[in-house]
């Protein structure tokens, strides 16, 4: 069984649409993230949440926000979708104190047309 | 504030030759320290961890010990592999209720046979 899963692995879409990619784990962590992927792969918080907090990283614009439906599932929106939004999009989910490691998912490709 | 740097690649080496990427850190407090390994088209997956100085984190013939003097921890293994080639990410995490990894830019290897 895939402990963090995303879905779609791939997403093509056009300027200027509103858009979401879905995170599931089944590990039964208690905190979970959205991490951005540039072309140069480097890697980037967006936010972090468990059912007391959400951290948000300043530099990412209000245009993309978490939803969490419940423990297991932090979904990621995002509105009006611009060119430079094209990146893979990672999901993680942890547990429990500072120096438990952190779970990812397989990524989100997404493309802006 | 807090960051990660890495050796930068690409790095390319033949089957059987020793591998080192250096990473070195900068943070605040006492962070646990972590390498990532990315295989193509696949998320991050944990290849070790070290949470205290002088702290040795070991996985599939990789090593990489944590050097509180020098604010190292940087990836050795003795004898790399053509499986081995993927993208490398050293990370740190502080103690804290964000729990935010932060990565460092990623050493990508390729081992020719």
């Known amino acids: 069984d895939t402990a963090v899963s995303q879905t779609p692995k791939y997403l093509v879409t056009q300027m200027g649409n509103d858009k979401s990619i879905k995170c599931e784990q089944n590990?039964?962590?208690?905190?979970m993230y959205w991490y951005k992927q540039d072309s140069k792969k480097f890697l980037k918080i967006m936010f972090s949440?468990?059912?007391?907090?959400?951290?948000i990283n300043e530099t990412v614009p209000n245009r993309f926000s978490p939803k969490s439906p419940d423990k297991a599932h932090l979904n990621l929106h995002i509105n009006s979708l611009e060119l430079g939004d094209s990146a893979v999009y990672f999901c993680?989910?942890?547990?429990?104190?500072?120096?438990?490691?952190?779970?990812f998912g397989d990524g989100t490709r997404l493309s802006i047309l | 504030g807090d960051s990660v740097t890495q050796m930068e690649g690409p790095v390319t080496l033949s089957e059987e030759a020793f591998l080192t990427i250096n990473c070195t850190y900068t943070?605040?407090?006492?962070?646990?320290l972590f390498w990532y390994v990315q295989y193509p088209g696949e998320g991050l997956q944990l290849l070790l961890k070290?949470?205290?100085?002088?702290d040795k984190g070991s996985n599939k013939g990789f090593e990489a010990t944590y050097r509180k003097e020098t604010t190292s921890f940087h990836l050795e293994k003795g004898s790399v592999q053509v499986s081995d080639s993927a993208v490398y990410f050293c990370a740190l995490l502080l103690s804290g209720s964000a729990r935010q990894l932060t990565f460092g830019s990623g050493t990508q290897l390729t081992v020719l046979p």
């Open positions: 590990l039964g962590h208690d905190t």
């Open positions: 993680a989910s942890s547990q429990g104190g500072s120096n438990q490691p952190q779970h």
């Open positions: 070290a949470t205290k100085a002088d």
């Open positions: 943070a605040t407090g006492y962070p646990s």
């Open positions: 949440y468990n059912n007391k907090e959400l951290i």
